[in-house]
């Protein structure tokens, strides 16, 4: 249920929205998550090393859902992704093609494509029943839970290249 133009309740009592980025300390890899409760300004502290880090909730995105600018930078450029960790997908890739280079240098082709075939049968379940998340290209923080924007594509390495 999207509210539309101001009518309704805000669009984060309806649907949990959760912003989650990386602590922007050079050394620190934590990852920092919250919640939107609504428009303001909110502190969260880095779980690994303490560093408080500052979100601005922008009215819109509490009102409506719709990300526009981000909440953890002053980035305005996202992208749209599949909710799906990309080191288990590539790992993933990397184990099937390992073992379909065994099973076809066996001479077992039957066994190469049914390999093959299998990770081709888990990706599409995945594609099917995983959601999508909005990534910031400039701080990278995550946007789950958000309303569908369509300025909002996939993945585009020369946006990205800006930062």
């Not at 923080?141 to 909002?152: C, I, K, S, T």
């Amino acid at each position: 249920m999207r509210n539309q133009g101001g009518h309704g309740p805000p669009y984060f009592m309806n649907n949990k929205i959760t912003i989650s980025r990386k602590c922007p300390k050079a050394p620190c890899h934590g990852r920092i998550s919250m919640a939107v409760e609504k428009a303001s300004g909110a502190e969260r502290p880095c779980p690994v090393c303490g560093e408080p880090v500052k979100f601005e909730i922008p009215e819109d995105l509490a009102r409506d859902g719709v990300v526009k600018r981000c909440a953890a930078c002053p980035g305005r450029e996202f992208f749209i992704r599949k909710d799906f960790p990309q080191k288990l997908g590539m790992a993933m890739v990397v184990l099937f093609g390992l073992i379909a280079t065994i099973f076809y240098a066996y001479e077992r082709v039957g066994m190469t494509f049914a390999t093959l075939g299998s990770l081709v049968v888990i990706d599409a379940i995945i594609f099917l029943f995983v959601g999508k998340v909005t990534v910031c290209y400039r701080c990278r923080a995550e946007y789950r839970g958000v309303a569908y924007n369509p300025d909002h594509e996939g993945f585009d390495l020369a946006t990205s290249e800006k930062y």
